[in-house]
């Protein structure tokens, strides 16, 4: 498979990944653009993970 160069910038903040992923979304584009948006989206994700909630946050049994 051929390498495909993407000049889709990736998105920075958590307000500009929901915008990207709005965009992907509605976007009516196909092939290669499309991918080069999925990849965004995704490399995003990963570079935005939040960290795991500290603790349990679901009631234990004491509370029933």
């Not at 498979?1 to 889709?8: G, K, Q």
């Not at 991918?35 to 679901?58: H, K």
């Amino acid at each position: 498979m051929a390498d495909i160069t993407c000049t889709v910038p990736t998105p920075k903040t958590p307000q500009e990944l929901e915008r990207a992923i709005q965009h992907y979304k509605s976007s009516d584009v196909s092939g290669h653009e499309l991918f080069c948006q999925w990849e965004a989206i995704r490399n995003a994700s990963l570079q935005l993970q939040l960290p795991e909630p500290e603790g349990d946050r679901v009631p234990g049994a004491d509370s029933y």
